[in-house]
């Protein structure tokens, strides 16, 4: 599900772009609201469109004018990932929180010139509806559409699995689709060896909790990483200086990926046991 409205201030641009290109949809004059996607037997079809078309229509970024459906048939048997580890930094403010962020991605190996990046793509007024590909040494951007980003779609969670996995979170008091979202977008995000590691900030106003994950330490929660009322956020996927791009992008756009498997989840962990963590 994609949810959009029209950007006022470009009203005559939109108006040319769609004449020119003849586009019924999004255009690059569009504000982006909300998305979502997943993987669904074909039984719960109807009651998701439902719960995701509710979600569009309530969502706090406002009233989309838009809202497109996209169902799509698997082709093949979907890769199956246990999911990150959980954890939560016990960030109060933001900057703590940003300190906590530039200390866990620079252990992951991520230059501090990257992170620079990172932030500076996620403080642009212009949210992008994908993520930013941003080299982890070089910070340079890499992906090809800059307006729109990288959407990781075709990912998903068995049955057995959201229910173990929405009990570990009903434990923490984070049972939420927000977070559960999140970990199944992540896990499959951190599955793929070109990728080191992800930051994101919701661009929900009133969301502030963001996460960094990575194969190394998990999935972790960095409660206060923005301003309340905010519109911005976004993710940046930190990538080798060497990936192929194509082969990334066809990776986390178009090939399946399910969650089977769910990691532990810990409540609030100090910053030295999340270094001290280093799964893999
Ligand atoms: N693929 C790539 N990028 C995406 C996708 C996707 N499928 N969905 C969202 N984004 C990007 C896009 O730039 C959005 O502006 C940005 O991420 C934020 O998306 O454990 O709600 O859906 O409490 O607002 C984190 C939960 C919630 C932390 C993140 O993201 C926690 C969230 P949102
Ligand atoms: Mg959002």
């Known amino acids: 599900m994609r949810a959009?409205?029209?950007?006022?201030?470009?009203?005559?641009?939109?108006?040319?772009?769609?004449?020119?290109?003849s586009a019924s949809g999004l255009t690059p004059y569009d504000i982006h609201v909300s998305g979502a996607e997943g993987?669904?037997?074909?039984?719960?079809?109807?009651?998701?469109?439902?719960e995701y078309i509710a979600r569009a229509i309530n969502h706090p970024r406002g009233k989309p004018d838009t809202i497109a459906i996209t169902l799509e048939k698997l082709r093949r048997k979907p890769l199956t990932i246990s999911s990150l580890p959980v954890?939560?930094?016990?960030?109060?403010?933001?900057?703590?929180?940003?300190?906590?962020?530039?200390?866990?991605?620079?252990?992951a190996g991520i230059s501090e010139h990257a992170i620079e990046k990172a932030f500076s793509i996620m403080q642009s007024p212009q949210t992008l509806r994908g993520a930013a590909l941003v080299t982890?040494?070089?910070?340079?951007?890499?992906?090809?559409?800059?307006?729109r980003g990288v959407r990781v779609s075709r990912l998903g969670i068995t049955e057995k699995a959201a229910g173990i996995l929405s009990r570990?979170?009903?434990?923490?008091?984070?049972?939420?689709?927000?977070?559960k979202?999140?970990?199944?977008?992540?896990?499959?995000?951190a599955s793929s060896q070109h990728i080191m590691a992800e930051l994101c900030i919701s661009d929900d106003p009133d969301y502030t909790t963001g996460y960094v994950s990575s194969r190394k330490y998990g999935y972790v929660r960095i409660p206060h990483i923005k301003r309340k009322r905010s519109k911005k956020g976004g993710r940046v996927f930190f990538v080798r200086e060497n990936t192929d791009v194509e082969e990334l992008i066809e990776f986390l756009?178009?090939?399946?990926?399910?969650?089977?498997?769910?990691?532990?989840?810990?409540?609030?962990?100090?910053?030295?046991?999340?270094?001290?963590?280093?799964?893999?």
């Open 39 to 50: 993987l669904y037997k074909e039984s719960d079809i109807s009651r998701i469109i439902n």
């Open 87 to 107: 954890k939560t930094i016990n960030s109060r403010s933001r900057v703590t929180a940003e300190r906590f962020v530039q200390k866990i991605l620079v252990s």
């Open 181 to 189: 979202e999140a970990i199944i977008l992540a896990s499959k995000v």
């Open 136 to 147: 982890k040494v070089s910070g340079s951007r890499i992906d090809p559409d800059k307006q």
């Open 4 to 21: 959009s409205k029209k950007n006022r201030a470009h009203s005559t641009k939109r108006k040319k772009y769609i004449q020119q290109h």
């Open 168 to 179: 570990n979170l009903a434990g923490q008091k984070i049972n939420i689709t927000t977070v």
């Open 253 to 280: 756009e178009t090939s399946s990926v399910i969650i089977i498997k769910i990691a532990d989840c810990s409540g609030v962990v100090p910053l030295h046991e999340i270094l001290d963590s280093n799964n893999k």
